[in-house]
């Protein structure tokens, strides 16, 4: 029986952002997650915004959390190596819709202490947004608004608290949870572990693990949403994140840029009974296409290169879930962690962290190391940082993926990390293979080679996501799995 510390059920951007925070300490953490990889659920399919916090009500945990942050993050990108931009972001008021909301929005940011929010109106609206309708009559600005890249920021956080001495344990479900007097014990996938404290960072699952414990119920709604990616040739449509008015469901059918220089456009808002629905529909991309077209104008939809879905946990509460649970000491939640999670993330470890911590009367570490570089890019370095690269390591030279420029040493690099790639999606969430415009298309073959030659697998065992999603049908080479 493996013996913890502390144990975080959930290897999404909450749960690593909590062990990287929790490595600061002398305690022994692991985390564990029934997927094959970090970033599987939620975390990796989301708009990639780092929110203001102006649409969160105040005092409630959403509106401390996305503030505190946001502004961690310009830090916390700096040393994980990953990009980060503060775009800004628009809230876009027509004709004939209630120009008081966009008041009532910016007076309940100044509440949860967002700073920079302010009225546009006429030309200078249509200047500085100008793919805004003609009958566009307001808008809110919040220029601390930003966007990062989901997998790098989880990946960072998950590399940085390996070095700094957490175990990663994967393709292990949690099925029990039983209480101990002096801990838990989990039953696994992988065998029993015992352990002082608990994490609950299980995304949409992590009101099941709270009820196998606590004296506090939790229901979890999953809803999904819908997304459109574009190509990098719609990249520059707009510089803004522009947001409609917000509804009952969340805050619309939004369209933003990547850090990457794709055009994003989504999601749709839809609960779920299925925690696995995360198929897209054509009734929901409908939606997405019609949605994105109100007070904008040409919006190139003809650009879509892919579409995808993602689940969000929805808490009845309505709030983020984060503390104690209820008649279970040691046992700490972090459920409900909808938009905004990924912006709030940063504030959300440290605050688990520093949970865990107190409870565990743990001590910090002297020699807690903050910076994690980045995987090497290709496409983002200069030639003489490209021609030095090569220099040291020829595979850099080898580009395998044409659309994005991955090579050859950026898939080993991935592959070689802790905790590394092993497949397909592995591979592309860090070094985006596949993510342009033919799909992986072209570069599935030889990433397949690689990971053979890496992982010491024949073809017939790589898959695209774990499981059993395997890439080839036995021997005949046909195309099988999911």
Known sequence: MSVYDAVIIGAGVTGCAAARELSRYRLHVCVLDKEEDICTGTSKANSGLVHAGYDAVPGTLKARMNVLGNRKMDVLAEELDIPFRRNGAVVLCREGQNEAELVRLMEQGYKNGVPGLRLLRGEELHRMIPVAADDVKAALLAPGAG???????????????????????????????DKQEDGYCLHTGKGKIRTRCVINAAGIYADVFNNMVSEEQLRITPRRGEYLLLDKRAGSYTQHTIFQMPGPMGKGVLITPTVHGNLLVGPTAQDVPDRDAVCTTAEGLSQVQKKSMDGIKALPLHETITSFAGLRAHEDGGDFVIGEAKGAPGFFNAAGIESPGLSAAPAIGCELAGMTAAYLNAREKQEFTAVQKNIFSAAQASAEELRMKIKENPAYGNVICRCETVTEGEIVEAIRRKPGARSLDGVKRRTRTGMGRCQSGFCMPKVMEILCRELGLTPSQVTKAGGTSYLLNGDSGKAGGR
């Open 147 to 177: 966007i990062i890249c989901p997998f790098r920021l989880t990946a960072g956080l998950a590399e940085n608290a390996c070095t700094n001495g957490v175990e990663f344990w994967m393709d292990c479900p949690v099925r029990q949870i």
